[in-house]
């Protein structure tokens, strides 16, 4: 059976960093495509980062040279760096799987704040 | 970057309605066009791949058509759990890859 669990979210002043983890059981990692996907309060959808089986990664606009998104293959687990958080990036982030997601953990809840 | 635009953001319907939600992108995208649904608290979940696929555990009333830059998402008669917010999706060729701000169906 398929699971992903992110964690790492939380609290953190605008400015600072934090790294976001994806744990997948079910499923090797290093073979898909894997995603990060976050969504503000009350907002919608936005596509954040892909990291490719190959080992290519691409980022939305609103990220790109903040956020860094990797996996370590020996632990089957996706992350994602944030540094330079700002307060437009408070969102609950999640980890999916695949070009076209039909697997996603739960979420996990950054809260960029002073 | 290629921009999904929904219409409408938002529809009331009733228990039995058959509901229509459209999906422009900014250029062609062939038919690299999936559909999520939503409810509050909860993952997306696929419906529709491929602009016309139906996922796998999806009942047969939702469907999914269109190509190029129109696309169309219907569901045939509005059941009870249906009620939440959809989402289209565009994964063409190279990110990044985005979503339509979303349609939220609510009871009428």
């Known amino acids: 059976e398929v699971h992903l669990v992110e964690s790492g979210g939380g609290l953190i002043q605008p400015g600072g960093s934090l790294r976001l983890s994806c744990a997948v059981s079910g499923f090797t990692v290093s073979s898909n495509y894997m995603s990060w996907v976050r969504q503000a309060p009350g907002k919608g959808l936005e596509w954040v980062s892909v990291?490719?089986?190959?080992?290519?990664?691409y980022y939305a606009a609103s990220v790109k040279g903040r956020f860094t998104i990797s996996r370590d293959n020996s632990k089957n687990t996706l992350y994602l760096q944030m540094n330079s958080l700002r307060a437009e990036d408070t969102a609950v982030y999640y980890c999916a799987r695949e070009r076209v997601p039909s697997d996603w953990g739960q979420g996990t809840l950054v809260t960029v704040s002073s | 970057d290629i921009q999904m635009t929904q219409s409408p953001s938002s529809l009331s319907a009733s228990v039995g309605d058959r509901v229509t939600i459209s999906c422009r992108a900014s250029q062609s995208i062939s038919s690299s066009l999936n559909w999520y649904q939503q409810k509050p608290g909860k993952a997306p979940k696929l419906l529709i791949y491929a602009a016309s696929s139906l996922q796998s555990g999806v009942p047969s009333r939702f469907s999914g058509s269109g190509s190029g830059t129109d696309f169309t998402l219907t569901i045939s008669s509005l059941q009870p759990e249906d009620f939440a917010t959809y989402y289209c999706h565009q994964s063409y060729s190279i990110p990044p890859w985005t979503f339509g701000q979303g349609t939220k169906l609510e009871i009428k």
């Open positions: 990291i490719y089986s190959g080992g290519s990664t």
